[in-house]
């Protein structure tokens, strides 16, 4: 029994031992996390490819962080996580061919959301796009034109500001392929919309005493109902 563990220890040995120069063969470099899994890798072509972990360091103010997630041929691609230095999650972003795409969402340190983003990304294999064009003075489409995709990504969608702890949303503007929209140039906020004067339900008795003083000058209300 012994010696037929020692054999599979030995076995398991070899097949890790295969397994790292199998590695070895496919990349020019790569490092090994804590669980053993390459990370880091660069291929032959000094593509990066599979998971990374990326380390940025404080530098004049701004906090250090660390990222994780999957290149594809030298491009982000999918769910990236961002932490600050302590371990704590900062953001999650969405990566399609290397460009943001979709939902990004951005932390407090103690957890709180307070900016989620909108964008658009473009394919560099397929550097064009149709634009829409818009009538002048109005939202009405007049006409649609070809445009060359310089950028990656673009704000495409709505962007959400967020008040930390309470989750009050504050502000939301709408982009359309990194054009502020008209309906959204002022950046309306939710604390804009609650200083509208609220229409006031008027009771029985208010019409009533309405009705009593129409027409009569100097009338101060002195906060009875009754007659």
Do not use: C
Request: glycine share 10%.
């Amino acid at each position: 029994m012994r010696l037929l563990k020692i054999r599979q220890l030995f076995l398991l040995i070899i097949i890790q031992f295969l397994f790292l120069m199998n590695g070895a063969a496919q990349y020019k470099s790569y490092k090994l996390n804590d669980k053993r899994d390459t990370i880091n890798a660069i291929d032959k072509n000094n593509l990066k490819q599979g998971k990374w972990v990326i380390h940025i360091d404080e530098l004049r103010g701004e906090p250090g962080y660390e990222e994780e997630g999957l290149f594809k041929n030298d491009k982000k691609e999918g769910i990236w996580r961002m932490y600050n230095l302590n371990g704590d999650i900062i953001g999650v972003e969405n990566y399609k061919l290397g460009g943001k795409d979709g939902i990004q969402q951005y932390y407090t340190y103690l957890g709180d959301l307070y900016r989620e983003e909108s964008w658009r990304g473009y394919n560099p294999d397929a550097p064009y796009d149709t634009v829409a064009v818009y009538g002048t003075g109005s939202n009405e489409i007049v006409d649609y034109k070809i445009v060359k995709a310089e950028q990656y990504s673009v704000r495409h969608g709505e962007w959400r500001y967020y008040e930390p702890g309470s989750g009050r949303l504050v502000k939301s503007e709408k982009y359309d392929r990194g054009l502020l929209e008209k309906t959204g140039a002022k950046a309306i906020t939710a604390a804009a919309v609650e200083a509208k004067p609220k229409k006031v339900e008027k009771t029985p008795q208010m019409l009533e005493w309405e009705k009593k003083n129409k027409g009569k000058k100097k009338v101060v209300r002195d906060g009875r109902t009754g007659t």
